[in-house]
């Protein structure tokens, strides 16, 4: 096996890119609305979009725990240059988690390159989500033909491929579920551009129509019935886990964008900072992040554990024990490692609101105007409780676990 890189070399390399040409990347999207040419290019040829994948893939071989510890840098920078990041760093679990030789060849290889992009593509105007999925596939011959719709969809405008959850007509539960890679240019599949978001400017998403779309089943992911678990435990659980960590950087950097206003800003002959109010919201502020930061890691720590086990056929994923303070046979299977991954972007995504609304209020009026990077700190931070699912879906999938 290759040695990993040196972790404190590609960190500093990290850093001199965020608050280099990222920053200026930054404000040139806020300005023009748009994501300059050559961005993916530009990302992808310093290496950023492959640091997770596995050498054989292509990639530089991070595992994941040494991955979230350098993704955090990431999420200073503008949020439209970091999804493309965390996107990047995920989507090949999920296309090589049931992938056949010939499909990592086809598909897994050349996404990891940066040769073939490919978008996460769940979520549906008239369904829940995950079980829920409305979106389906009916079987002719060689082909399945897709009716159903998609929203939200995050660079509908530069994929080549979408990677579409849905089910077989008729099938209901995680049964009969599937994931299609389907190509923008599929017959019967329309793709329309959404409005703009509040936040993460530049970045496009997508309202996608099936109306009798074919596909052929050599794009199928997996088995018929295995379209949930190539979305959840391919991709979600480990995204979940890295939202957790944009959300721990997205928080620091509004800290450390609140604490120099603090130093600077002099009121009633005092800088803010000498103010104990002031103070106080700082010590809340640092500790809340440094919470959500050893938790974010430990769910990593597990999830690549868990990984590691199924990979060698040891422990199942379900059945993996994290640190379990209760103890006991009966609770010997919990947290899971999807419950850690939900856990921590429960929790980080909750301090991600409390950090950036505290340090809106100490930059004052000012940080509510656009000429303030605050601005846009607290608009792209809104997002991130939306990112692999809502706060009440992460407690459902924890509660889950205490219940059955
Ligand atoms: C900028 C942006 C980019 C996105 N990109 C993508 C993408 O690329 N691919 C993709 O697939 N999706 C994408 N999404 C969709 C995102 O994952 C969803 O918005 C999110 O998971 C919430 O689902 P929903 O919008 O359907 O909310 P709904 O399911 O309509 O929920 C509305 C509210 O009701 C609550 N709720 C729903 N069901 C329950 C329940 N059973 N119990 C209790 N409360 C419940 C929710 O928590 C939420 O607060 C994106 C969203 C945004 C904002």
């Not at 978008?119 to 079987?139: C, N, Y």
């Not at 959840?232 to 609140?258: E, H, K, Q, W, Y």
């Amino acid at each position: 096996m290759a040695a990993e890189p040196s972790l404190p070399a590609l960190k500093a390399e990290i850093q001199a890119f965020v608050h280099g040409p990222a920053r200026a990347w930054g404000e040139h999207i806020e300005a023009s609305g748009r994501l300059p040419d050559g961005v993916w290019d530009e990302l992808n040829a310093r290496g950023f979009l492959r640091l997770a994948a596995p050498v054989a893939y292509g990639g530089l071989g991070l595992s994941f725990p040494a991955y979230l510890e350098v993704f955090e840098a990431f999420a200073h920078m503008h949020g439209s240059l970091r999804v493309i990041v965390h996107v990047c760093n995920g989507l090949w679990r999920a296309l090589a988690y049931a992938a056949t030789a010939e499909q990592l060849e086809r598909v897994v290889k050349p996404f990891v390159a940066g040769q073939r992009r490919v978008t996460f593509t769940l979520t549906e105007p008239d369904s829940g989500g995950g079980t829920d999925l409305r979106t389906t596939a009916r079987r002719e011959g060689d082909t399945y033909v897709l009716n159903g719709q998609k929203w939200m969809i995050i660079f509908a405008d530069v994929a080549d491929d979408f990677l579409v959850f849905c089910r077989l007509a008729g099938s209901r539960g995680a049964d009969g579920t599937l994931a299609l890679l389907v190509p923008r240019d599929a017959p019967g599949l329309e793709i329309r551009p959404m409005a703009p978001a509040m936040g993460v400017t530049g970045t496009q998403h997508g309202h996608l129509v099936f109306r009798d779309c074919r596909v052929p089943v050599a794009n199928r992911l997996g088995e018929e019935g295995q379209g949930l678990a190539v979305a959840f435990n391919g991709f979600l659980d480990p995204s979940r886990i890295g939202v957790a960590m944009t959300c721990v950087g997205l928080a620091a950097r509004a800290l450390d964008l609140a604490v120099l206003h603090a130093r600077q800003r002099v009121t009633f002959g005092k800088p803010l900072a000498d103010r104990q109010t002031i103070q106080m919201w700082v010590g809340e502020m640092a500790t809340d992040i440094e919470a959500g930061r050893q938790l974010a890691l430990q769910a990593g720590r597990v999830w690549a554990a868990a990984a590691e086990s199924e990979a060698s056929g040891a422990v199942a994923r379900e059945g993996h024990q994290g640190a379990n303070p209760a103890g006991g046979a009966a609770l010997a299977n919990r947290p899971s490692a999807s419950a850690w991954a939900a856990m921590a972007k429960l929790y980080c995504a909750d301090m991600l609101q409390r950090v950036t609304d505290k340090a809106l209020q100490i930059h004052g009026g000012i940080g509510y105007f656009r000429c303030s990077e605050m601005e846009r700190v607290y608009r792209d931070a809104r997002m991130l409780r939306f990112e692999e699912g809502t706060a009440e879906i992460q407690k459902l999938v924890i509660a889950r676990e205490w219940l059955k």
